[in-house]
């Protein structure tokens, strides 16, 4: 039995809930709502799936099943919430709101619960989105007759809506297979990005790179401009650029590297390579920009040999609190502008999260610009996995 000691919501109790089954090894986890109005002698027919190895996520529709009692204004925001919900995931789905669902330890392990209030809208959203097979069992449901529900409309759609909001263009990228489509920022980027390196950015790169040795992956190497500061000791740089216009201009520059450099097609949550293949992984001004820093980070180390290093050059929320509020009201425009770019990401805490160890790390501010930017703390270092 675990208790949170003070009341979080639904979102952080699942969440907690799911950790702790990874951590003892659980390979299927289940969870339902613990006010009784789903049956827990349906969670064999409810794990069925995930224990067949037919699916990762399961959610027991009552929908699909048998509703013995439902409020009507309540049977009305499933089914809208539940549409909306089929139509941010391209997926037909029957019931967004379900309370009783089962997962495999992998799907477990990889969820991400968005917001402490709740999780039943971003946890679909999550799994769909990274290609978690899905499944819907039928189960029976009765709503209570005594106590009280926490949700009130208005509350929960203004606690849900920004997060969910967040995640739908992220998913909906994700799963149309063009995962990034900034035409106008790549064409933006190209052209400044000279004026940039002779700024200092091409000093940084330097550092970047000191010392890397053998296979090397580079994630989001944009229009290529690490690939000149490779050392003679790499011995093959594979580069994924999602962006169509950036990864033309990077496979130019692959074919003046020092090292052989090639540039393919890819994105950080999903690297198409296997376990421990390469010797290092280099993120350069990226962890900004990707949908999901903590998944793109564990995946890197997926592809990390154990002892193989992270290198990283990135700018990140500021450690001073004033500036660091200023980077947060900003990022509610900024991304828009920028390419999706995120100007106050902890991503130095987000790499320890990740499960690296920080072995150099200098945090400076830097400008290359003649005008004042939100985006000046850097963070600069080496993590091994
Ligand atoms: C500011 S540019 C930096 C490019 C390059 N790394 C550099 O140092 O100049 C950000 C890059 O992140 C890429 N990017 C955005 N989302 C990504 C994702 N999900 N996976 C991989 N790269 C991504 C963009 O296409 C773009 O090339």
Known sequence: MLRCPRHQGLGAAVRRGLAEAVARDAVTVAFCDADGEYDPGELESLAAPVLDGEADYV???RFAGRIETMAWHRRVGNRVLTRALSWMTRTPLTDGQSGFRALSGRAASAARVAHDYNYAQVLTLDLLARGFRYAEVPISYRARTSGDSFVRPLPYLRAVAPTVLRLVGDTRARMSG???????????????APMAEQAGVARHRDRLTTGLAGRVLEVGCGNGLNFGHYPPGVTEVVALEPESYLRERAREAATRAPVPVTVA?????RIGAPDASFDAVVFSLVLCSVPDPLGALREARRVLRPGGELRFYEHVRSPRPRFARVQRAV?????????????DRPTVETIGTAGFEIVELERFDFNPAPVPLPVAPHALGRARR
């Open 178 to 192: 063009v995962s990034v489509h900034h035409p106008l920022f790549a064409r933006f980027y190209d052209w400044v």
């Open 331 to 343: 990022d509610t425009v900024w991304p828009r502008i920028a390419g999706g770019c995120h100007t």
């Open 265 to 269: 097609d890819g994105t950080a949550d």
């Open 59 to 61: 959610v027991g529709s």
